[in-house]
């Protein structure tokens, strides 16, 4: 389910893409959406461009992450989650 609405917002933001205009506005010639487009041109433009922007960041949100886990989704190899594996930055200096 998540697939088809990242799927559903990523077709929305290649259409409404403001750049896709001249090849949008051409294409509803005769028809009524069309003519108000045309007519109105700078209000589609704002529009268009605002629909963009929200398809690509519903597009882009993730699932908050759960206490403990990185960015790779599991949790760190000190076991702490922060996923530090380099001896300055862990958080148990066990070997020294």
């Keep these: 389910m998540e697939m088809a609405k990242k799927s559903f917002w ?9 750049c896709h205009l001249a090849v949008i506005l051409p294409l509803l ?19 268009f461009t605002v629909l963009f922007f929200c398809s690509l960041m519903m597009m882009g949100k993730r699932k908050p992450m759960g206490s403990g886990e990185t960015e790779s989704g599991g ?3 000190t076991g702490n989650g922060h996923g530090a594996c380099c001896v300055p930055f862990r958080m148990n200096h066990e070997d020294e």
């Design 29 to 47: 010639a005769g028809t009524s959406v069309g003519a108000y487009l045309i007519r109105h041109e700078s209000l589609a433009i704002s529009l």
């Design 10 to 18: 990523a077709v929305l933001a290649l259409l409404s893409c403001p």
């Design 75 to 77: 949790l760190g190899k």
